[in-house]
């Protein structure tokens, strides 16, 4: 995996918190010296330097989202160019296309996704990414079955896409929060301490 620089100011991170995995994503900002702001209403985008969309269930998303009346800001905030990490249900939320069963997604980033992809006795696992030593859990999770011409692919599980980009814009399949390896979230976000950059 590449290292993208390394910031050295603190950044207000927010982790959108309408339903699902939130709290440790805040917990891997806290350590790389950020600070994570829990976004339930439009007018907090305007305050972030970078926005996490975390696992949970993305229909439960798309409908709080939509609920809300977050998704004009949501897009907005997109629109800025400033980093984003997308993760499970979070990408799927992103993707350009969703099957498995098909549902609406903003389409932030061009791949196709298939939701709960993995079969059943796979429902979760944990792995090691192809070339790198990161650590990949993944539940209930999608699997991304193409990429468009703009996004590249970070990391690989099985030959396959887990972690991809375009831009600043990341999304992956497994979940980088449910370790304590914070290198996902430093290679968006950059690092306001020193932390360790490998698992501790
Ligand atoms: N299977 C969930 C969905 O389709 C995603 C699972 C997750 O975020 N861990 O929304």
């Known amino acids: 995996m590449t290292k993208d620089a390394d910031s050295v100011t603190?950044?207000?991170i927010g982790v959108l918190a309408l339903q699902g995995g939130f709290e440790a994503h805040e917990r891997r900002l806290t350590e790389l010296g950020h600070e994570?702001?829990?976004?339930?209403?439009?007018?907090?985008f305007s305050e972030l330097d970078?926005?996490?969309?975390?696992?949970?269930e993305s229909t439960t998303h798309l409908k709080l989202i939509a609920l809300e009346g977050l998704g004009?800001?949501?897009?907005?905030?997109?629109?800025?160019?400033?980093?984003?990490?997308a993760t499970?249900?979070?990408?799927i939320l992103s993707a350009k296309t969703v099957t498995g069963p098909a549902q609406a997604s903003f389409g932030f980033l061009d791949v196709a996704v298939r939701?709960?992809?993995?079969?059943?006795?796979l429902d979760s696992f944990e792995a090691v990414a192809d070339d790198?030593?990161?650590?990949?859990?993944?539940?209930?999770?999608?699997?991304?079955?193409?990429?468009?011409?703009?996004?590249?692919?970070v990391l690989r599980y099985h030959g396959e896409p887990v972690l991809v980009r375009s831009g600043v814009f990341f999304g992956a399949t497994f979940h980088p929060e449910l370790t304590t390896d914070v290198r996902v979230h430093r290679q968006v976000f950059g690092g306001a301490l020193n932390a360790a950059t490998s698992a501790r």
């Not at 004009?72 to 990490?85: D, G, I, N, Y």
């Not at 939701?115 to 006795?121: E, F, K």
Request: with cysteine; charged share 25%.
């Open 72 to 85: 004009p800001a949501l897009e907005a905030f997109v629109a800025t160019r400033k980093p984003v990490l």
């Open 88 to 91: 499970c249900a979070g990408l």
């Open 36 to 44: 994570p702001l829990r976004v339930r209403y439009a007018a907090q």
């Open 115 to 121: 939701r709960n992809a993995w079969g059943r006795q």
């Open 132 to 153: 790198s030593d990161v650590p990949l859990t993944f539940i209930r999770a999608p699997r991304i079955e193409s990429v468009g011409p703009g996004v590249e692919v």
């Open 50 to 56: 970078g926005l996490i969309l975390p696992g949970g």
């Open 10 to 12: 603190k950044r207000r």
